[in-house]
Protein backbone atom coordinates (compact mmCIF):
# COMPACT_ATOMS: atom_id res chain seq x y z
CA UNK A 1 0.00 0.00 0.00
CA UNK A 2 1.54 3.65 -0.90
CA UNK A 3 1.40 5.96 1.66
CA UNK A 4 -0.56 8.53 0.92
CA UNK A 5 -0.90 12.12 2.93
CA UNK A 6 -3.82 12.60 5.46
CA UNK A 7 -6.51 14.94 3.39
CA UNK A 8 -7.72 17.29 5.87
CA UNK A 9 -11.71 17.88 6.93
CA UNK A 10 -10.81 21.80 5.82
CA UNK A 11 -8.76 24.28 4.89
CA UNK A 12 -8.54 27.59 4.05
CA UNK A 13 -7.57 29.09 0.91
CA UNK A 14 -5.31 31.87 0.86
CA UNK A 15 -3.60 33.38 -2.02
CA UNK A 16 -0.76 36.18 -2.10
CA UNK A 17 -2.92 38.89 -2.60
CA UNK A 18 -4.33 38.18 1.30
CA UNK A 19 -0.83 37.86 2.24
CA UNK A 20 0.11 41.33 0.45
CA UNK A 21 -2.87 42.96 1.55
CA UNK A 22 -2.14 41.76 4.96
CA UNK A 23 1.43 43.09 4.92
CA UNK A 24 0.01 46.06 3.96
CA UNK A 25 -2.04 46.78 6.62
CA UNK A 26 1.18 45.61 8.85
CA UNK A 27 3.22 48.04 7.22
CA UNK A 28 1.10 51.29 7.19
CA UNK A 29 0.74 51.72 10.97
CA UNK A 30 -3.17 50.90 11.13
CA UNK A 31 -3.68 47.62 11.96
CA UNK A 32 -7.39 47.93 14.00
CA UNK A 33 -10.69 48.95 12.65
CA UNK A 34 -10.00 51.15 10.13
CA UNK A 35 -9.68 51.85 6.16
CA UNK A 36 -9.67 48.04 5.19
CA UNK A 37 -12.30 47.57 7.63
CA UNK A 38 -14.31 50.53 6.29
CA UNK A 39 -13.64 48.92 2.42
CA UNK A 40 -14.45 45.22 3.82
CA UNK A 41 -18.22 46.25 4.70
CA UNK A 42 -18.60 48.30 1.68
CA UNK A 43 -17.77 45.43 -0.68
CA UNK A 44 -19.58 43.59 1.51
CA UNK A 45 -22.74 45.08 1.32
CA UNK A 46 -22.11 45.86 -2.60
CA UNK A 47 -21.63 41.84 -3.20
CA UNK A 48 -24.94 41.00 -1.68
CA UNK A 49 -26.68 44.59 -3.25
CA UNK A 50 -30.50 45.16 -2.03
CA UNK A 51 -29.42 48.27 -0.33
CA UNK A 52 -28.05 46.60 2.48
CA UNK A 53 -25.71 47.48 4.63
CA UNK A 54 -22.94 45.80 6.32
CA UNK A 55 -20.72 45.78 10.03
CA UNK A 56 -17.46 43.88 10.35
CA UNK A 57 -17.05 42.22 13.14
CA UNK A 58 -14.53 39.85 15.38
CA UNK A 59 -16.97 36.70 14.99
CA UNK A 60 -20.44 36.06 13.81
CA UNK A 61 -21.14 35.25 17.43
CA UNK A 62 -20.70 38.43 18.06
CA UNK A 63 -22.40 39.50 15.47
CA UNK A 64 -25.36 37.58 16.48
CA UNK A 65 -25.18 38.78 19.95
CA UNK A 66 -25.53 42.66 18.57
CA UNK A 67 -28.03 42.26 15.92
CA UNK A 68 -30.20 40.17 18.84
CA UNK A 69 -29.10 42.95 21.73
CA UNK A 70 -30.20 46.03 18.57
CA UNK A 71 -33.75 44.61 17.91
CA UNK A 72 -34.45 44.69 22.07
CA UNK A 73 -33.81 40.88 22.96
CA UNK A 74 -33.92 40.97 26.94
CA UNK A 75 -34.17 39.09 29.76
CA UNK A 76 -36.99 36.65 30.35
CA UNK A 77 -37.87 36.95 26.05
CA UNK A 78 -37.81 33.44 23.85
CA UNK A 79 -35.98 33.13 20.97
CA UNK A 80 -36.82 30.05 18.73
CA UNK A 81 -33.74 28.46 17.27
CA UNK A 82 -33.02 24.90 15.55
CA UNK A 83 -31.54 22.00 17.89
CA UNK A 84 -29.33 21.67 14.41
CA UNK A 85 -27.04 24.00 14.74
CA UNK A 86 -23.52 25.03 16.35
CA UNK A 87 -23.97 26.19 20.15
CA UNK A 88 -23.64 30.01 19.37
CA UNK A 89 -26.73 30.02 17.76
CA UNK A 90 -28.24 29.47 21.19
CA UNK A 91 -25.52 30.66 23.49
CA UNK A 92 -26.32 34.66 22.28
CA UNK A 93 -29.39 34.59 23.71
CA UNK A 94 -28.68 33.55 26.91
CA UNK A 95 -25.93 36.53 26.75
CA UNK A 96 -28.74 38.89 27.50
CA UNK A 97 -30.69 36.85 29.57
CA UNK A 98 -33.10 35.23 27.17
CA UNK A 99 -33.95 32.06 26.48
CA UNK A 100 -33.19 29.83 23.52
CA UNK A 101 -36.48 27.98 22.52
CA UNK A 102 -34.97 24.68 20.83
CA UNK A 103 -37.37 23.04 18.18
CA UNK A 104 -36.54 19.92 15.80
CA UNK A 105 -35.80 20.56 12.25
CA UNK A 106 -37.25 19.00 8.77
CA UNK A 107 -36.27 16.03 8.05
CA UNK A 108 -35.39 16.58 4.63
CA UNK A 109 -33.49 19.46 4.92
CA UNK A 110 -32.42 19.60 8.53
CA UNK A 111 -33.05 23.28 8.09
CA UNK A 112 -35.51 24.77 10.79
CA UNK A 113 -39.13 23.32 10.65
CA UNK A 114 -41.66 25.95 10.30
CA UNK A 115 -44.15 23.54 12.02
CA UNK A 116 -42.60 23.17 14.94
CA UNK A 117 -42.14 27.44 15.70
CA UNK A 118 -45.58 27.70 15.02
CA UNK A 119 -45.71 25.14 17.87
CA UNK A 120 -43.27 26.61 20.62
CA UNK A 121 -44.76 30.08 20.04
CA UNK A 122 -45.93 31.71 23.12
CA UNK A 123 -46.49 35.38 24.43
CA UNK A 124 -42.99 35.33 25.56
CA UNK A 125 -41.78 34.55 21.66
CA UNK A 126 -39.73 37.94 20.17
CA UNK A 127 -37.34 36.44 17.96
CA UNK A 128 -36.62 33.69 15.33
CA UNK A 129 -32.97 32.48 14.20
CA UNK A 130 -33.08 30.37 11.27
CA UNK A 131 -30.09 28.76 10.09
CA UNK A 132 -29.62 27.84 6.40
CA UNK A 133 -27.66 24.58 7.54
CA UNK A 134 -24.63 23.60 5.47
CA UNK A 135 -25.90 26.38 3.11
CA UNK A 136 -28.59 25.21 1.97
CA UNK A 137 -31.78 28.34 2.74
CA UNK A 138 -34.15 27.70 5.09
CA UNK A 139 -38.49 27.92 4.10
CA UNK A 140 -37.33 31.45 4.28
CA UNK A 141 -41.58 32.93 3.24
CA UNK A 142 -43.10 30.54 5.94
CA UNK A 143 -40.37 31.71 8.57
CA UNK A 144 -41.19 35.63 7.31
CA UNK A 145 -45.19 34.85 7.78
CA UNK A 146 -44.93 33.41 10.86
CA UNK A 147 -42.95 36.64 12.19
CA UNK A 148 -45.31 39.19 10.49
CA UNK A 149 -48.13 37.22 11.98
CA UNK A 150 -46.88 37.17 15.86
CA UNK A 151 -44.55 40.19 14.97
CA UNK A 152 -41.49 38.70 15.88
CA UNK A 153 -38.22 39.70 14.54
CA UNK A 154 -35.83 37.39 12.65
CA UNK A 155 -32.02 37.10 12.90
CA UNK A 156 -30.71 34.81 10.34
CA UNK A 157 -27.42 32.92 11.43
CA UNK A 158 -26.02 32.64 7.76
CA UNK A 159 -22.64 31.27 9.37
CA UNK A 160 -22.92 28.58 6.15
CA UNK A 161 -24.92 30.95 3.37
CA UNK A 162 -22.72 33.05 1.21
CA UNK A 163 -23.12 33.03 -1.18
CA UNK A 164 -26.89 31.24 -0.97
CA UNK A 165 -29.99 32.31 -3.03
CA UNK A 166 -33.50 31.94 -1.95
CA UNK A 167 -36.07 32.20 -5.22
CA UNK A 168 -33.07 34.11 -6.60
CA UNK A 169 -32.21 36.70 -3.89
CA UNK A 170 -28.91 36.35 -2.09
CA UNK A 171 -29.29 35.58 1.96
CA UNK A 172 -28.76 38.32 3.67
CA UNK A 173 -31.00 40.49 1.15
CA UNK A 174 -34.49 38.66 1.99
CA UNK A 175 -35.83 41.44 4.26
CA UNK A 176 -34.83 39.96 7.72
CA UNK A 177 -34.26 42.00 10.96
CA UNK A 178 -30.83 41.00 10.52
CA UNK A 179 -28.42 38.27 8.50
CA UNK A 180 -25.41 37.65 10.52
CA UNK A 181 -22.29 35.55 8.07
CA UNK A 182 -19.20 33.98 9.64
CA UNK A 183 -15.85 34.36 8.46
CA UNK A 184 -14.49 31.67 10.56
CA UNK A 185 -11.12 29.81 9.04
CA UNK A 186 -13.12 26.38 7.72
CA UNK A 187 -16.58 28.83 6.29
CA UNK A 188 -16.47 29.53 2.77
CA UNK A 189 -14.72 32.57 3.22
CA UNK A 190 -12.37 33.34 6.23
CA UNK A 191 -10.54 36.12 7.93
CA UNK A 192 -8.95 34.09 10.37
CA UNK A 193 -11.81 34.95 12.60
CA UNK A 194 -14.50 37.70 11.73
CA UNK A 195 -18.11 38.19 10.94
CA UNK A 196 -20.71 40.24 9.66
CA UNK A 197 -24.19 41.50 10.14
CA UNK A 198 -26.25 42.99 7.41
CA UNK A 199 -29.62 44.59 7.37
CA UNK A 200 -31.54 46.96 5.44
CA UNK A 201 -32.33 48.42 8.55
CA UNK A 202 -30.68 51.98 9.19
CA UNK A 203 -31.11 52.25 12.94
CA UNK A 204 -30.20 48.47 13.82
CA UNK A 205 -27.00 49.13 11.57
CA UNK A 206 -25.89 52.28 14.02
CA UNK A 207 -26.67 50.29 17.10
CA UNK A 208 -24.86 47.32 15.89
CA UNK A 209 -22.20 50.08 14.72
CA UNK A 210 -21.94 51.73 18.33
CA UNK A 211 -22.36 48.35 20.52
CA UNK A 212 -19.57 46.86 18.54
CA UNK A 213 -16.76 49.08 20.17
CA UNK A 214 -17.64 50.21 23.86
CA UNK A 215 -21.05 51.99 23.00
CA UNK A 216 -18.56 54.86 21.99
CA UNK A 217 -20.24 57.81 19.52
CA UNK A 218 -17.32 57.56 16.87
CA UNK A 219 -14.38 55.19 16.30
CA UNK A 220 -11.09 55.39 16.77
CA UNK A 221 -10.81 55.93 13.06
CA UNK A 222 -13.39 58.12 12.47
CA UNK A 223 -11.99 60.46 15.34
CA UNK A 224 -8.58 59.97 13.35
CA UNK A 225 -9.78 61.39 10.29
CA UNK A 226 -12.65 63.87 11.42
CA UNK A 227 -12.41 67.32 11.95
CA UNK A 228 -13.38 67.45 15.86
CA UNK A 229 -10.76 66.88 18.41
CA UNK A 230 -9.57 63.53 17.75
CA UNK A 231 -9.36 62.86 21.67
CA UNK A 232 -13.42 63.44 22.22
CA UNK A 233 -16.29 60.86 22.32
CA UNK A 234 -18.80 59.71 24.20
CA UNK A 235 -20.26 56.63 25.59
CA UNK A 236 -24.02 56.01 25.00
CA UNK A 237 -24.11 52.67 26.43
CA UNK A 238 -22.50 49.82 27.72
CA UNK A 239 -21.47 48.55 24.65
CA UNK A 240 -18.97 45.66 23.84
CA UNK A 241 -15.53 45.06 21.84
CA UNK A 242 -16.26 43.02 18.80
CA UNK A 243 -14.70 45.61 15.82
CA UNK A 244 -12.83 43.41 13.09
CA UNK A 245 -9.46 44.78 12.94
CA UNK A 246 -7.63 45.99 9.64
CA UNK A 247 -5.16 42.83 9.30
CA UNK A 248 -8.38 40.55 10.01
CA UNK A 249 -10.15 42.78 6.74
CA UNK A 250 -7.34 43.06 4.73
CA UNK A 251 -7.51 39.27 4.15
CA UNK A 252 -11.43 39.51 3.89
CA UNK A 253 -11.05 42.19 1.15
CA UNK A 254 -9.68 39.73 -1.64
CA UNK A 255 -11.42 36.08 -0.46
CA UNK A 256 -14.75 38.30 -1.27
CA UNK A 257 -13.33 38.60 -4.62
CA UNK A 258 -12.42 34.90 -4.97
CA UNK A 259 -16.06 34.14 -3.65
CA UNK A 260 -17.36 33.09 -7.38
CA UNK A 261 -14.72 30.68 -8.00
CA UNK A 262 -14.75 29.48 -4.30
CA UNK A 263 -18.69 28.85 -5.21
CA UNK A 264 -18.14 27.64 -8.71
CA UNK A 265 -15.75 24.78 -7.83
CA UNK A 266 -17.93 23.50 -4.57
CA UNK A 267 -20.94 23.45 -6.60
CA UNK A 268 -18.65 21.57 -8.88
CA UNK A 269 -17.32 19.24 -6.22
CA UNK A 270 -20.73 18.96 -4.70
CA UNK A 271 -22.40 17.88 -8.19
CA UNK A 272 -19.42 14.98 -8.30
CA UNK A 273 -20.44 13.57 -5.13
CA UNK A 274 -23.88 13.80 -5.99
CA UNK A 275 -23.32 11.41 -9.05
CA UNK A 276 -20.55 9.42 -7.74
CA UNK A 277 -22.32 8.40 -4.31
CA UNK A 278 -25.90 8.02 -6.12
CA UNK A 279 -26.96 4.37 -5.44
CA UNK A 280 -25.16 3.60 -1.70
CA UNK A 281 -27.24 3.57 1.10
CA UNK A 282 -26.43 7.09 1.97
CA UNK A 283 -28.88 10.10 2.16
CA UNK A 284 -27.18 12.69 0.61
CA UNK A 285 -27.57 16.65 0.96
CA UNK A 286 -31.05 18.17 0.19
CA UNK A 287 -31.10 20.54 -2.77
CA UNK A 288 -32.55 24.18 -3.39
CA UNK A 289 -36.17 23.72 -3.77
CA UNK A 290 -36.13 25.68 -7.06
CA UNK A 291 -33.51 24.23 -9.26
CA UNK A 292 -32.45 27.70 -10.38
CA UNK A 293 -31.28 28.53 -6.48
CA UNK A 294 -27.42 28.69 -5.41
CA UNK A 295 -26.18 26.27 -2.18
CA UNK A 296 -23.38 27.58 -0.74
CA UNK A 297 -22.20 24.11 0.06
CA UNK A 298 -20.25 24.87 3.04
CA UNK A 299 -20.27 21.62 4.41
CA UNK A 300 -21.26 18.04 2.04
CA UNK A 301 -22.84 16.57 4.95
CA UNK A 302 -24.92 12.74 3.94
CA UNK A 303 -26.15 9.87 6.34
CA UNK A 304 -25.72 6.48 6.83
CA UNK A 305 -28.83 4.62 6.43
CA UNK A 306 -29.04 1.18 8.23
CA UNK A 307 -28.62 -0.92 5.20
CA UNK A 308 -25.41 0.57 5.58
CA UNK A 309 -24.22 -1.89 7.79
CA UNK A 310 -21.94 0.62 9.56
CA UNK A 311 -21.90 3.15 12.31
CA UNK A 312 -21.31 6.66 11.88
CA UNK A 313 -18.79 6.68 14.49
CA UNK A 314 -16.99 3.34 12.66
CA UNK A 315 -17.24 4.80 9.39
CA UNK A 316 -15.53 7.73 10.14
CA UNK A 317 -12.86 5.52 12.38
CA UNK A 318 -12.11 3.69 9.02
CA UNK A 319 -11.95 6.71 7.15
CA UNK A 320 -9.53 8.15 9.69
CA UNK A 321 -7.28 4.64 8.84
CA UNK A 322 -7.32 5.25 5.38
CA UNK A 323 -6.18 8.66 5.93
CA UNK A 324 -9.28 10.96 5.19
CA UNK A 325 -10.57 13.81 8.14
CA UNK A 326 -14.45 13.76 8.35
CA UNK A 327 -16.49 15.79 10.35
CA UNK A 328 -19.73 15.91 12.13
CA UNK A 329 -22.66 18.92 11.72
CA UNK A 330 -23.93 18.74 14.35
CA UNK A 331 -23.74 17.36 17.96
CA UNK A 332 -27.35 18.79 18.44
CA UNK A 333 -28.21 21.03 21.19
CA UNK A 334 -29.98 18.67 23.03
CA UNK A 335 -27.32 17.13 23.48
CA UNK A 336 -25.21 19.29 24.86
CA UNK A 337 -25.35 19.33 28.97
CA UNK A 338 -25.85 23.03 29.45
CA UNK A 339 -28.95 23.15 27.30
CA UNK A 340 -29.55 19.32 28.09
CA UNK A 341 -29.94 20.29 31.51
CA UNK A 342 -30.48 23.94 31.39
CA UNK A 343 -34.33 23.68 30.10
CA UNK A 344 -35.02 19.87 30.50
CA UNK A 345 -34.46 18.42 26.78
CA UNK A 346 -34.48 14.95 25.89
CA UNK A 347 -33.60 13.22 22.61
CA UNK A 348 -37.32 11.79 22.27
CA UNK A 349 -38.43 15.80 21.64
CA UNK A 350 -35.94 16.29 18.77
CA UNK A 351 -36.39 13.05 17.20
CA UNK A 352 -35.51 14.50 13.38
CA UNK A 353 -32.74 16.25 14.62
CA UNK A 354 -31.63 13.42 16.76
CA UNK A 355 -31.14 10.55 14.32
CA UNK A 356 -29.99 13.28 12.05
CA UNK A 357 -27.16 13.62 14.35
CA UNK A 358 -26.90 9.76 14.56
CA UNK A 359 -26.16 9.18 11.05
CA UNK A 360 -24.52 11.86 10.00
CA UNK A 361 -21.10 12.46 8.34
CA UNK A 362 -19.16 15.68 6.86
CA UNK A 363 -17.21 14.45 3.66
CA UNK A 364 -14.27 16.85 3.22
CA UNK A 365 -15.49 19.60 0.68
CA UNK A 366 -13.15 22.81 0.49
CA UNK A 367 -11.42 24.64 -3.08
CA UNK A 368 -7.43 23.30 -2.08
CA UNK A 369 -8.78 19.53 -2.72
CA UNK A 370 -7.73 18.31 -5.74
CA UNK A 371 -9.73 15.78 -7.95
CA UNK A 372 -7.45 13.34 -6.95
CA UNK A 373 -8.09 13.86 -3.57
CA UNK A 374 -12.05 13.65 -4.06
CA UNK A 375 -11.46 10.57 -6.28
CA UNK A 376 -9.72 9.07 -3.14
CA UNK A 377 -12.76 10.23 -1.39
CA UNK A 378 -15.08 8.52 -3.06
CA UNK A 379 -13.11 4.96 -3.24
CA UNK A 380 -13.06 5.01 0.47
CA UNK A 381 -16.61 5.86 0.80
CA UNK A 382 -17.46 2.95 -1.68
CA UNK A 383 -15.35 0.28 -0.02
CA UNK A 384 -16.17 1.04 3.54
CA UNK A 385 -19.89 0.04 1.86
CA UNK A 386 -19.09 -2.46 0.49
CA UNK A 387 -20.16 -1.09 -3.31
C1 LIG B 1 -19.39 28.80 12.62
C2 LIG B 1 -20.77 29.02 13.12
C3 LIG B 1 -21.11 30.07 13.97
C4 LIG B 1 -20.08 30.91 14.66
O1 LIG B 1 -19.25 31.60 13.82
P1 LIG B 1 -18.00 32.37 14.46
O2 LIG B 1 -17.60 33.33 13.39
O3 LIG B 1 -16.95 31.32 14.72
O4 LIG B 1 -18.45 33.03 15.69
C5 LIG B 1 -22.44 30.30 14.26
N1 LIG B 1 -23.40 29.51 13.79
C6 LIG B 1 -23.13 28.46 12.98
C7 LIG B 1 -24.26 27.63 12.47
C8 LIG B 1 -21.81 28.16 12.64
O5 LIG B 1 -21.52 27.10 11.89
Known sequence: MTEQKFLPFALPDIGEEEINEVVDALRSGWVTTGPKTKQFEADFAHFLGGGVEAIAVNSATAGLHLALEAVGIGPGDEVIVPSYTFTATAEVVRYLGAHPVVVDVDPVTLNISPAAIR????????????????????????????????????????????????????????????????????????????????????????????????????????????????????????????????????????????????????????????????????????????????????????????????????????????????????????????????????NADFPVADAAFEAEVTLPLYTRMTDADQTRVIAAVREILGA
Open 119 to 346: AALTDKTKAIMPVHFAGLACDMDAILAIAREHKLKVIEDAAHALPTTYQGQLIGTLGSDATVFSFYANKTMTTGEGGMVVSKDKDLIARCKVMRLHGISRDAFDRYVSKTPAWFYEVVAPGFKYNMPDIAAAMGLHQLKKIGRFHQQREAMAARYDRELAGLPLILPARPALATDQHAWHLYPVRLQPEAGVSRDDFIVRMAEKGIGCSVHFIPLHRHPVWRDGYQLK
